[in-house]
């Protein structure tokens, strides 16, 4: 029943609802620790609702901050997603309860497209964060996933139906042209997305880290060369003892540089809440 400070997506990870994901993404963190397809539902939901309410009265978060201007704000899917698992737990109760919250507000990433969310109106007390990559990285490594384009499309829906929506461009993965394909896709952002709601829509932008053991695991994925790069990446060891590669520091400025330029190019409207 732990409550963890974030301050990038969300400014707390609250206690997991699930845990365990049966899409079988190359890149996915939570693979590393929860390797097969299974979910694990907690039966005590209301206790982890109840701890939140004990934690947000006392949380010193000044307001606004960069992931909400008003409300205190708790990631529910750190270690799931919560648009494919749905169906396992009450998602309408537990979106009630941060609806009607005075201080509270949830967030969560997602690849999934749920339309069974779009039958509640959370009036924008529940984030949704709609994960994108190029169309070809996202064939290769995440498959059975929505498609990028019905993400896209589904920002407006969402939004319309009450939610606030958010881009989550994760993973950033660089390779020999790289920017041609994220060029594409800010494009395909900038013309799916309706004038009337990009002031609303901001982004986070987080570049791969991949895993030494993952890569052992997906040696055979037709993908795996977009992730496994070592010229440009090194090794890092995680705070859970974790043998990590991420991109060179010395060149990881540039990667996000170069990325931020041509986004803000391209789609000046969507606001980059942080990037790393």
């Known amino acids: 029943m732990k409550i963890y400070h974030s301050g990038r997506s969300t400014d707390f990870i609250a206690p997991s609802i699930t845990i365990g994901c049966q899409y079988d993404c190359s890149y996915c963190y939570l693979k590393r620790h929860h390797p097969d397809k299974s979910v694990d539902v ?97 064939q290769l490594l995440e498959p059975k996933t929505s498609h990028i384009v019905e993400r896209i499309q589904a920002i407006n829906d969402f939004y319309d139906a009450g939610y606030d929506v958010h881009i989550n461009f994760s993973p950033i993965i660089v390779y020999d042209g790289w920017l041609d394909k994220y060029e594409e896709l800010f494009k395909l952002v900038d013309k799916l997305i309706k004038d009337e709601i990009k002031q609303h829509v901001k982004a986070e932008c987080i570049f791969l880290t991949h895993n030494e053991e993952m890569h052992q695991k997906n040696k055979d994925n037709e993908g795996e060369y977009l992730l496994w790069n070592p010229s440009i990446q090194e090794f890092k060891i995680s705070e859970m003892g974790g043998k990590n590669i991420r991109y060179k520091y010395n060149l990881k400025e540039d990667y996000i540089n170069q990325f931020v330029e041509l986004h803000d190019e391209i789609i000046p409207w969507n606001y980059i809440r942080y990037i790393f």
């Open 42 to 138: 907690s039966t005590n939901i209301n206790e982890i609702l109840t701890t939140i309410n004990s934690h947000v009265y006392f949380a010193e978060i000044a307001k606004p901050n960069q992931t909400d201007d008003q409300y205190i704000t708790y990631d529910i899917g750190c270690n799931a997603d919560i648009g494919l698992d749905s169906k396992y737990w009450n998602w309408q109760y537990v979106f009630e309860w941060f609806k009607d919250h005075d201080l509270a507000k949830a967030s969560f990433a997602t690849k999934r497209v749920n339309p069974k969310f779009l039958s509640f109106n959370p009036e924008r007390k529940i984030r949704i964060r709609f994960s994108l990559m190029p169309i070809e990285y996202s």
